[in-house]
């Protein structure tokens, strides 16, 4: 492990059910390897009848007291996730936290790669078996790596994944902190498409992510749990991650579109009152403007973390109002002057796009922006 990283505190979160033939051996090696303590080792079982949390308990006891068990509701490998990295964070504090199966698919020795690669400066490390140099087990089944391939192309095309390659690896080293700007707590996916939503999530937020190649193992001991239903949840849930993706821009555009009445309403009310038209032109301007930070700030973004408090974001929507102002009122006067006979509320109309355009570049990418992507 990385001398760089003595000092903080790493915790490998492993659900389990029914992985009595496997738990301790993976155990004995993960503690014989990463002696550090520094280190934690949780294991999630939810009520295994085959006796798991029983052998865990006697490891814990007997051989390491660096290993922690955490039981509940069997609920799924997404929920056992959660309540796990939730855990670790909140109880063990760990500022690392490492995902990995208990069935050995995962090399333990592989994990101490995933951390150099974070504290060589990533935010999430992926054990991958489809970069170069990662590899699958010859003993998978055609049906397997089938469902595996097109499971990670339907995350990256639908999913909104390009940029990663093994969007479903279970093997991922991640700092708690973006573990919690990703709001991990609030992740309803039960089964394994948990892992392309949490991925998902963590690039919303701007995590620096990078893939470690890695051979995938067939276990040797037990069975696999994927089944119908698991594929079933995965495939519905990556459509209602792209669908929530596109949710942003349309309640953008709900919100432009009121924008609009707002300015052409005041325009035509201040006009109609005698007000002359360079001067009520930039007025509605900026009561649209307030209008869409509004309905931004509570609605279109509400969902995001932030990077900055309320009064740091209201400089910024400053800076951005007078920036669109500006934009929009020099379009207005310059059609006012090349146009003077077209009806003023048609070219204050015509300035609004441009506006509308910059305003939205400028509120997404800086205004609201979320928690991690600054700096």
């Given at each position: 492990m990385n001398q760089d990283m003595r000092g903080e505190k790493i915790c490998f979160v492993i659900p389990t059910y029914n992985e009595a033939l496997n738990v301790n051996p993976l155990l004995r090696q993960l503690t014989e390897l990463y002696r550090n303590p520094d280190v934690a080792f949780l294991v999630v079982d939810d009520e295994s009848p085959d006796g798991t949390a029983h052998l865990v308990r006697e490891f814990m006891e007997k051989v390491d007291g660096r290993v922690r068990l955490l039981q509940g509701k069997r609920r799924g490998l997404g929920d056992a996730y959660v309540r796990g990295i939730t855990y670790a964070i909140n109880n063990l504090g760990a500022d690392i936290i490492v995902q990995m199966d208990a069935d050995f698919s995962h090399d333990p020795a592989a994990a101490g790669r995933l951390l150099d690669r974070i504290a060589g400066g990533a935010d999430v490390a992926i054990g991958s078996r489809y970069v170069a140099?990662?590899?699958?087990?010859?003993?998978?089944?055609?049906?397997?790596?089938?469902?595996?391939?097109?499971?990670?192309?339907?995350?990256?095309?639908?999913?909104?994944?390009?940029?990663?390659?093994?969007?479903?690896?279970?093997?991922?080293?991640?700092?708690?902190?973006?573990?919690?700007?990703?709001?991990?707590e609030s992740i309803q996916a039960r089964g394994y498409v948990f892992q392309v939503e949490l991925l998902h999530r963590l690039i919303r937020c701007g995590a620096r992510v990078v893939e470690e190649p890695i051979h995938f193992r067939d276990r040797e001991r037990g069975e696999t749990k994927l089944g119908m239903f698991n594929m079933l949840e995965f495939f519905f849930n990556v459509l209602l991650l792209r669908l929530r993706s596109h949710l942003t821009f349309i309640k953008f555009s709900l919100t432009g579109i009121c924008g609009v009445f707002v300015n052409l309403g005041s325009f035509f009310i201040l006009t109609e009152l005698g007000l002359h038209k360079f001067l009520a032109s930039p007025i509605a301007i900026l009561a649209s403007i307030i209008s869409n930070f509004l309905m931004n700030n509570h609605w279109t973004f509400g969902d995001r973390v932030m990077t900055s408090r309320k009064s740091v974001?209201?400089?910024?929507?400053?800076?951005?109002?007078?920036?669109?102002?500006?934009?929009?009122?020099?379009?207005?006067?310059?059609?006012?002057?090349?146009?003077?006979?077209?009806?003023?509320?048609?070219?204050q109309a015509a300035g609004i796009v441009p506006g509308a355009l910059l305003n939205y570049y400028l509120n997404s990418r800086w205004t609201f922006r979320e928690a991690s992507r600054e700096g």
């Open positions: 140099g990662g590899s699958l087990d010859e003993r998978w089944h055609v049906r397997r790596r089938l469902l595996s391939r097109w499971g990670n192309r339907l995350a990256r095309w639908i999913g909104g994944l390009k940029g990663v390659s093994d969007c479903t690896a279970g093997f991922k080293a991640i700092r708690a902190d973006k573990l919690r700007e990703a709001k991990i974001r209201g400089f910024k929507f400053i800076v951005v109002s007078l920036t669109t102002l500006l934009l929009s009122y020099t379009v207005f006067v310059v059609l006012s002057m090349l146009f003077p006979k077209v009806l003023p509320l048609l070219l």
